[in-house]
Every structure is written in structure tokens, then in C-alpha cells.
């Protein structure tokens, strides 16, 4: 009973425009004042211990490195090499959006800077194009979602970090899932361009111009091999890889593209430093809310709830997707796996599922609730990109989210697409 008035009261403050974070805290207070189930000591305590956790320092370290990258340049230099590839054919530009989401998701780590820098270029270039600018907004919208399931991911971060789980092996293992969410986005690009008459350029490709914009995007595509490598080199922790990778952008930045000038870093630090607190109050609450709901044996009720469904892996795991869908809908991704993971870790290991398995299935769940409104944050930013309304934006965008699940569901089916190359690459540096 607790725990229910606990959530009433959650979503009732969400409701009204109260910040997550501190949504989560005053419902908490709310519940104690009629039953002082523990103290508020004790749950200040577990908030500060919370924060005093070093891998968790990973994430504004890669919430300023995608600014970074956005700002110096790099994203339109990676749009360049995935023109070369892909821009001639039919769809030729909604593919190379989709292509040059996976390469920027490669470097900042979260949906909505990958859908701001990547759509920013793209949608006035599709319309350009003769592109509909409805259509050029959902492809835009629903790609950038490939910006948490490419490493590094702030989900997969924060999911290490709520669970125990090595946030190395998480990265890893969104490699190879991304690239198959990916290739299917553009084989729905290809038929639904086709079908609407947007015809590439019929410009061949070229390994001449190819090698060319390769070499000058360069520098930004050794970002992921500098971080996973030197992670799975054993060079530095992802915490530590997360402060290679803001040295290394302002580097290339300021001395090596020159355009990111230093009248430029206060406005990219102070936005980072606002979305950086939102995220850290988040997380402090979200670990008193755990707490919270193991005192209230909320874990153990869940499991045994789900356990008078049926006890086979694929039923549980099946609900468990369908309620995250709907979960991304109306919650923030960090706010959704800081205070769900840590639940639905304990209800699913017993069943056999990887906790990094299940790690990337979270992630690309709650991924396509960027693109489901109500919350729909990257609907939000490419609408405030291209200026069309949401629900333009949401119709247009149904194939690919439609195939965004069927994606899930190949993840969920085929745990090995997920698991191979982690383990591969122990075995490997072992």
C-alpha cells in the first residue's frame, strides 16, 4: 500500500511540472510523514553515497564530450563520410542520416545531442532535396535514437553503475545491436524513399572522394577506438575514458578543426553544468527510491507477481519489454533505469537472463520512448529543428519505429548478437 501511494503521489507531482528528481524526493518525504518506515538520516545518507561513486563520474564527462564534438565540428565532417557511402542511391540522404547517427552516438553518448547535431544538418538538406520536411524530421527523430545503444551510452553508464554491472562489457555489447538496428532503419529508409519518389543524386560512389572525407573526418572517428580500446586495453577505466575523450575533443576542436573557439566553452559548460545537475539530483533520488522500495519488499512482490504469470524466460521477458515501452512514454531514460533496473535485475537473473543481455534490451526499449509521446524528447528536438508539429513528425516516424521494436525483438530472441563480442574480447585481452 505504501509503495502505491508512493508512486500516486511521484506521478501526481510529475504531473503538475515538478523536476524528476525532486518528484521523487518529496514523494518519498510524503510517504514517511504516515509511516516513518526508516529515517530521513538514513536516506540522506544512501543519497550521498550514491554520488560518491566513481564510475558514475563517467557521465558528465560524456554529456560534455558530445557538446564538444557538436560544437568543433565534427558532426558535419562524419554527415561528409556517410554522403560517400550511401548519399547516391534511393534515399540516399535519409540513410545517410541514419548512418551518421550511428557514427555521432559513437561519440556523445546520448539521443537527443545526437538528434540536434546530426538532424540540424540533415533536415534542411533532405528538404533541399525535395525531401518532405515531415518525413526528413521522423527519420532524423527515430535515428538518433541509435545515440544510447552505440557506446559509449550515459543508459548504459547509469545502468552499470545502478546494477554492478561492468559498464566496459555494456559498451561492447551495444556495439553489434546498434549496427543491426541500424542497417534495418536504412532498409526502411530505402522502401519508404522509393515508395515517395526521393531518388539519390546518381552520383556513384567513389573511393577517391570516400578516402577523402575519411581523412578529414579522422580525428572524430578515432574517438571510439580510443575509448573502447583503451578500456579493453586496460589504458583506463570508462570513467577515466570519459576524461580522454573531453581532452581529446577540445583538442581537435580548438587546435585541430579550429571551430570551437574559447568564447564558445562557457556556454557549452553552463548548459552541460544545468543538464549535469538535473541528472545528479536524479540519481540521488533514485537510489533513496530503491532503498525505499526494499524496505517496502516492493522487488520480491514484483518477482512473485510475475512468477503467477508463468516462470518461462521469454513470457517474463516479454512483459517486462511491453512495460518498459510504455514506461519510456511517460519517464526520462535515466530516471527510468536508475529506479527500475536495480528491480528488474533481481527478477530476471533468477530466470537466466544476462544482466548485460538485459543491460542493451533496457536500453533499446526505453531508446524508443525518445520517439512515443507523450515524453518523446527527440520528437521535442526535431521539431524545434525543422518547425513542424510533433504529431506531423510522430506519423511520420511510425515505420521506424515499428521497426525499431522488431529490432528489440531480434535482441531479445538472440541473446548471442549481444553477448558474443564482450566475450570475445575477454577472451581475447585475457
Same mark, same amino acid.
Not at 561519440?107 to 533536415?123: D, F, K, W
Given at each position: 500500500?505504501?509503495?502505491?501511494?508512493?508512486?500516486? $503521489?511521484?506521478?501526481?507531482?510529475?504531473?503538475?511540472?515538478?523536476?524528476?528528481?525532486?518528484?521523487?524526493?518529496?514523494?518519498?518525504?510524503?510517504?514517511?510523514?504516515?509511516?516513518? =518506515?526508516?529515517?530521513?538520516?538514513?536516506?540522506?545518507?544512501?543519497?550521498?553515497?550514491?554520488?560518491?561513486?566513481?564510475?558514475?563520474?563517467?557521465?558528465?564527462?560524456?554529456?560534455?564530450?558530445?557538446?564538444?564534438?557538436?560544437?568543433?565540428?565534427?558532426?558535419r565532417r562524419l554527415v561528409a563520410v556517410a554522403n560517400t557511402i550511401v548519399g547516391g542511391?534511393?534515399?540516399?540522404?535519409?540513410?545517410?542520416?541514419?548512418?551518421?547517427?550511428?557514427?555521432?552516438?559513437?561519440?556523445?553518448?546520448?539521443?537527443?545531442?545526437?538528434?540536434?547535431a546530426i538532424g540540424g544538418i540533415m533536415i534542411p538538406m533532405m528538404v533541399k532535396e525535395?525531401?518532405?520536411?515531415?518525413?526528413?524530421?521522423?527519420?532524423?527523430?527515430?535515428?538518433?535514437?541509435?545515440?544510447?545503444?552505440?557506446?559509449?551510452?550515459?543508459? =548504459?553508464?547509469?545502468?552499470?553503475?545502478?546494477?554492478?554491472?561492468?559498464?566496459?562489457?555494456?559498451?561492447?555489447?551495444?556495439?553489434?545491436?546498434?549496427?543491426? +538496428?541500424?542497417?534495418?532503419?536504412?532498409?526502411?529508409?530505402? +522502401?519508404?524513399?522509393?515508395?515517395?519518389?526521393?531518388?539519390?543524386?546518381?552520383?556513384?560512389?567513389?573511393?577517391?572522394?570516400?578516402?577523402?572525407?575519411?581523412?578529414?573526418?579522422?580525428?572524430?572517428? @578515432? /574517438?571510439?577506438?580510443?575509448?573502447?580500446?583503451?578500456?579493453?586495453?586496460?589504458?583506463?577505466?570508462?570513467?577515466?575514458?570519459?576524461?580522454?575523450? /573531453?581532452?581529446?575533443?577540445?583538442?581537435?576542436? +580548438?587546435?585541430?578543426?579550429?571551430?570551437?573557439?574559447?568564447?564558445?566553452?562557457?556556454?557549452?559548460?553552463?548548459?552541460?553544468?544545468?543538464?549535469?545537475?538535473? /541528472?545528479?539530483?536524479?540519481?540521488?533520488?533514485?537510489?533513496?527510491?530503491?532503498?525505499?522500495?526494499?524496505?517496502?519488499?516492493?522487488?520480491?512482490?514484483?518477482?512473485?507477481?510475475?512468477?503467477?504469470?508463468?516462470?518461462?524466460?521469454?513470457?517474463?521477458?516479454?512483459?517486462?519489454?511491453?512495460?518498459? @515501452?510504455?514506461?519510456?512514454?511517460?519517464?526520462? /531514460?535515466?530516471?527510468?533505469? @536508475?529506479?527500475?533496473?536495480?528491480? @528488474?535485475?533481481?527478477?530476471?537473473?533468477?530466470? $537466466?537472463?544476462?544482466?548485460?543481455?538485459?543491460?542493451?534490451?533496457?536500453?533499446?526499449?526505453?531508446?524508443?520512448?525518445?520517439?512515443?509521446?507523450?515524453?518523446?524528447?527527440?520528437?521535442f528536438v526535431a521539431s524545434g529543428i525543422s518547425g513542424v508539429p510533433v504529431n506531423r513528425?510522430?506519423?511520420?516516424?511510425?515505420? =521506424?519505429?515499428?521497426?525499431?521494436?522488431?529490432?528489440?525483438?531480434?535482441?531479445?530472441?538472440?541473446?548471442?548478437?549481444?553477448?558474443?563480442?564482450?566475450?570475445?574480447?575477454?577472451?581475447?585481452? $585475457?
Amino acid at each position: 500500500m505504501l509503495a502505491i501511494l508512493l508512486l500516486i $503521489g511521484f506521478f501526481a507531482f510529475l504531473c503538475i511540472g515538478v523536476p524528476i528528481g525532486v518528484s521523487i524526493g518529496l514523494s518519498i518525504i510524503g510517504v514517511l510523514l504516515i509511516n516513518p =518506515f526508516t529515517s530521513y538520516s538514513y536516506l540522506g545518507q544512501t543519497m550521498v553515497t550514491s554520488l560518491m561513486n566513481f564510475p558514475l563520474l563517467a557521465v558528465p564527462f560524456f554529456m560534455l564530450t558530445g557538446s564538444i564534438m557538436e560544437t568543433g565540428g565534427l558532426s558535419r565532417r562524419l554527415v561528409a563520410v556517410a554522403n560517400t557511402i550511401v548519399g547516391g542511391g534511393t534515399g540516399g540522404l535519409a540513410k545517410v542520416t541514419v548512418i551518421t547517427c550511428l557514427f555521432f552516438g559513437a561519440i556523445s553518448g546520448s539521443a537527443p545531442a545526437t538528434v540536434a547535431a546530426i538532424g540540424g544538418i540533415m533536415i534542411p538538406m533532405m528538404v533541399k532535396e525535395r525531401y518532405s520536411i515531415d518525413y526528413a524530421a521522423g527519420v532524423s527523430a527515430v535515428s538518433g535514437g541509435l545515440g544510447v545503444i552505440i557506446p559509449p551510452s550515459i543508459p =548504459f553508464v547509469l545502468y552499470g553503475v545502478s546494477t554492478g554491472t561492468s559498464i566496459g562489457e555494456l559498451f561492447v555489447g551495444g556495439v553489434i545491436p546498434g549496427c543491426i +538496428i541500424g542497417g534495418l532503419l536504412m532498409i526502411v529508409s530505402h +522502401i519508404t524513399s522509393k515508395k515517395r519518389g526521393y531518388f539519390g543524386t546518381g552520383e556513384k560512389f567513389s573511393f577517391k572522394k570516400f578516402f577523402n572525407a575519411l581523412w578529414d573526418a579522422k580525428w572524430a572517428m @578515432l /574517438v571510439p577506438v580510443i575509448i573502447l580500446g583503451g578500456i579493453y586495453g586496460g589504458a583506463f577505466t570508462p570513467t577515466e575514458a570519459a576524461v580522454v575523450s /573531453v581532452v581529446y575533443g577540445l583538442f581537435v576542436g +580548438i587546435f585541430v578543426y579550429k571551430e570551437l573557439k574559447w568564447k564558445d566553452l562557457s556556454k557549452v559548460f553552463v548548459d552541460n553544468g544545468i543538464l549535469v545537475g538535473a /541528472v545528479i539530483i536524479t540519481a540521488a533520488t533514485a537510489t533513496a527510491l530503491g532503498t525505499a522500495f526494499s524496505f517496502m519488499q516492493v522487488p520480491t512482490q514484483i518477482a512473485n507477481a510475475i512468477a503467477m504469470v508463468s516462470t518461462n524466460k521469454y513470457v517474463v521477458m516479454s512483459i517486462v519489454a511491453v512495460f518498459l @515501452l510504455f514506461v519510456g512514454m511517460i519517464m526520462d /531514460v535515466a530516471a527510468a533505469i @536508475l529506479i527500475l533496473a536495480p528491480i @528488474l535485475v533481481q527478477v530476471l537473473i533468477p530466470l $537466466g537472463w544476462n544482466p548485460i543481455h538485459f543491460g542493451i534490451i533496457m536500453t533499446i526499449d526505453l531508446a524508443i520512448g525518445f520517439v512515443t509521446p507523450p515524453v518523446a524528447m527527440n520528437l521535442f528536438v526535431a521539431s524545434g529543428i525543422s518547425g513542424v508539429p510533433v504529431n506531423r513528425i510522430a506519423v511520420n516516424a511510425l515505420p =521506424f519505429i515499428i521497426t525499431f521494436i522488431f529490432g528489440l525483438i531480434v535482441i531479445i530472441m538472440f541473446p548471442q548478437l549481444t553477448l558474443w563480442l564482450p566475450e570475445f574480447l575477454k577472451t581475447f585481452s $585475457g
